[in-house]
């Protein structure tokens, strides 16, 4: 279990729920199919999948935890054909233009009609607790599945006192003077991937992959006032990864030092290998997040 992106929450107080007592917690949102009038569910299954039942996976004091969100597909341009061809129908019957409230309720009545017989697919969320280092930290390719999952959490929990991670100094400013000055922290090296945005409202944006960053025309963007908003980053040869302006980290790779480490262990099912790698990977970004505050400035607590 190898998370590929880091949606970062600090936790403001300290999380002193047991992985039992938040086991039951959970057990009320636990996941349920769609209903056949519903065009979705979300809930908590067991990280482990079909090797496991607990909603709450402990190891070395981090709590893994999976939210499960079923959705059922519509094609939006076949609801409005059939929209569309019940509106024409309509008026065409009654000589007249619909309204726009007899048009939504067309609208409400198709979807409805439609729903039981939709196919559904699902996708899943992990997110682990790491209540020594005060962490939340969520698999989420987009803020709003973050969101949608902490916002899970906080309903399962009553509340849960978590924000985003602030720093002193902007990574904006920070990455720009990196690639500027071509001088990184000496753990820190930049690859082969950036975005360049103009500051001012709707300012131009420049996309490079695959490309030397070191080169004179980057410089000259930045000379001119372009800021970097996404950079390609690696961490002492451990871990490489996309940081973006508000410190959301995409592409997450941990490198052959990490791996070598979960070679070496030898398991024998699917559970024993969930949790070598969970406890890699926690131990591993436990060591990260503090550095990765350094790295702008340290945490703004303000």
Known sequence: MWFKNLTIFRLTEAFTLTPEELEKKLEHLSFRPCGPHEESSFGWTSPLGKAGQQL???TNGFIMLCGKKEERVLPAAVINEMVQEKIFAKEEQQ???LSKKERTEIKDEIIFDLLPKAFTFSRKIYAYIDPK??????????????????????KSLGSLPAVPINTIDKPIKIMTEWL??????????????????????????IRCKRHDLA?????????IGKEVIKLA?????RISFIIDENLAIKRLRFLDLIQDQVTDIETNDDAEQFDVDFSIMSAELANFLPRLLELFGGENKA
């Open 180 to 205: 500027l000055n071509d001088k990184t922290p000496d753990d820190i090296s930049i690859e082969d991937e950036c975005e360049l945005r103009s500051p001012e409202e709707l300012g131009g944006i």
């Open 133 to 154: 280092g005060g962490w939340l930290l969520i698999d989420a390719a987009s803020a709003k599945n973050g969101e949608d999952l902490l916002s899970m959490l906080r």
């Open 95 to 97: 000589a007249r233009k």
């Open 56 to 58: 709450a996976h402990n």
């Open 233 to 237: 980053v690696n961490w002492a040869e």
């Open 215 to 223: 080169l004179p025309e980057i410089r000259n963007h930045l000379n």
